[in-house]
């Protein structure tokens, strides 16, 4: 992955880049595999050292597992490093937030419980 979001919105678009990369210096298209949380979710053609876009949608709160990979080549001694992984935490979009300074102040009461009411 060029570009993973840490955050995505549950049931939106999410905006990735990723990039193939061939040690043996071999160019041309590829086959990508794209799964969220386990389950296939599409099949993106690549071409190899080109960035690529990616939109993927965040299925669930909290954890979420994003994998390329690609098939194994004639030649290679281990597929291990033909996947990559990617960590997205899945929030939704009515989550409130109260930042609080770590220090007892009155003022952050009063905030917190404007924003209850």
């Known amino acids: 992955f060029e570009n993973a979001p840490r955050f995505g919105l549950v049931g939106k678009p999410l905006d990735m880049s990723y990039r193939v990369i061939a040690s043996d210096g071999q160019t041309g298209p590829v086959d990508v595999r ?70 007892p102040h009155a003022g952050e009461r009063t905030w917190r419980n404007l924003l209850k009411s």
């Open 34 to 103: 794209v799964s969220v949380n386990g389950e296939q979710v599409s099949v993106e053609h690549a071409t190899i050292g080109q960035p690529m876009k990616l939109e993927v949608t965040i299925p669930n709160a909290g954890r979420n597992i994003v994998q390329l990979g690609i098939d194994h080549e004639p030649g290679e001694l281990t597929d291990a490093n033909n996947r990559a992984i990617a960590l997205v935490d899945g929030i939704r979009e009515n989550l409130r937030v109260l930042l609080v300074s770590g220090e």
